[in-house]
DNA sequence: AAGGCGGGGGG
DNA sequence: CCCCCAGCCTT
């Protein structure tokens, strides 16, 4: 990879031989004005968290925002407030009930933290969401943009974020050619951040500096002949906007398959349903039994005198393998095994729409709604 | 088919 | 302290 990039040439003569970071940071206003104007007339201001932006509905956004995109938020985040109004009324309701407005989002420790985070909010704070940068971060989930987010716009206060948005725009205004990865690099871009966010006006300048990373200075394609601050950039002065930030040097991990073997056991127009461990892919949603071979999978199968009826494959990509859902569709009686365990914590017998209500992984949900038993 | 996206937890 | 990622969506 050619790394030779241009490096920062001085712009006056007189320069110290080695010249330090902060004599290339523009001044604070420069930067800033221009992105409020910008934000002023293009920005996004009815987002459904923008609206009444309390502590609680940022929070829940912020988590939500991670790792996803605002479209697919916007559903997820009215369902979610409709449910729970509050942070207390998040704190009493039982896991399933949260992981349920999660199914299909993703990243499902995101909604096991937020869960957990609002009883201990309830536990420790009282029920109010702490104002201290320190003590939002010690809660599950929370990291220090996260809790920056938080205070800004909740509070207005003047504090910094460096989401993947703001990376971005900053890695280009700045035409940082390294890696964002490289610890370094990130703290130059937090001192960046820092030195660009305004005291007024700070939940504007964050909510600025978002969109125009989401909307402008987008990954692929960036619109720079629309942007506010386009005459400052120095990626495009130089022509590499589109190719800042510096992406990871490839570690090249092979791309994997895995085969998971399931049993859509049926029963009087009810599906068997068990509680997946903590740990591992699709950690604490429900599920139908998985096995690992098809072996065992008959074994059990066979143990219960059940009858197949169908059987298929889908096929779902995760992050870093190839996921074979293997299914069959079996009747069996329901006296054959699990009379017991009609319904509890870890097992039930339940219908496809109310399966639906619990947190289910996206291909599983797809599937039951598909075959409809 | 590949790339984008924060924070936690593991090595 | 790195390093990695157990999930979706968009292009």
Redesign the pocket.
Known sequence: MPKAGPKAEPKAGHRAAVETEDDRLLASAAFSQPLLDWYDQHGRKSLPWQRDPTPYRVWVS??M?????V??VIGYFDRFMARFASLAELAKAPQDDVLALW????????GR?LHA?AQQVMREYGGELPTEREQL?????????????ILAQAHGAREA????????VLSRVYAITQWP???HVEQRLWRIADHHTPAVRAAHYTQAIMDL??TLC????PQCFLCPVQSLCRAHQQGIAAQL?A??P??Q?E?RQRHGFFVLAHCEGQVWLQRRGA?????G?WCPPEFDDETRRQDWIDARHGRMVARGCIE??????DFFIHYCVVDIARSEGHGAAVHDDTARWITSADALRLG??????RLLQEISL
Do not use: C
Not at 161 to 168: E, P, S, T, Y
Not at 218 to 221: L, N
Not at 316 to 321: D, E, I, M, Q, V
């Open positions: 912020e988590i925002l991670q790792q996803t995109q479209a697919t199914s299909g989002l993703g990243y499902y420790a995101r933290n985070a971060e010690s809660l599950p989930g929370i990291g220090r943009s996260t809790a920056a987010a974020i460096l989401d993947a948005n703001v990376k971005r990865g490289q610890r990373g989401a987008r990954a692929r394609q930030p992406k990871k490839k570690t991990i791309r740990s591992g892919v699709w950690g949603l779902h990509a995760l992050t870093h393998f289910l992984p996206a291909p599983i949900k």
